[in-house]
């Protein structure tokens, strides 16, 4: 079983910056892809961004492109989102999680990861 937390989420203004970050209690997220989602109450969760297991694979959600990056550290076993040029629409619930099973892929899919965290809070005020 793979627990991933996720940190770094907070109140921010618009135009701010964030760094959110997925670590694994007690495991390598080495062989892992790894991907953001996001989620707001009673509504399905929404692709970020996504890296595969080396770091050389990345996808990101159109909305994002240019403003967020994901990167990893397997030294420190640790999967970052830089956040850049907030928006209030950026507001939510930010999810990280492991896929195993596919770990070539930078999957922008819910259902190809196994793994989830509990999630951290992003709220960007205007």
């Known amino acids: 079983q793979v627990q991933l937390v996720e940190s770094g989420g907070g109140l921010v203004q618009a135009g701010d910056s964030l760094r959110l970050s997925c670590t694994a209690s007690g495991r390598s997220l080495n062989g892992y892809a790894v991907g953001w989602f996001r989620q707001a109450p009673r509504t399905d969760g929404r692709f970020v961004a996504a890296?595969?297991?080396?770091?050389?694979?990345?996808k990101y959600e159109d909305s994002v492109k240019g403003r967020f990056t994901i990167s990893r550290d397997n030294i420190k076993n640790t999967i970052y989102l830089e956040m850049n040029s907030l928006k209030p629409e950026d507001t939510d619930v930010y999810y990280c999680?492991?896929?195993?099973?596919?770990?070539?892929?930078?999957?922008?899919?819910?259902?190809?990861?196994?793994?989830w965290g509990q999630g951290t809070q992003v709220t960007v005020s205007s």
């Open positions: 999680a492991a896929d195993q099973l596919t770990p070539y892929a930078a999957a922008n899919t819910t259902s190809w990861y196994e793994y």
């Open positions: 890296i595969n297991y080396d770091g050389r694979r990345t």
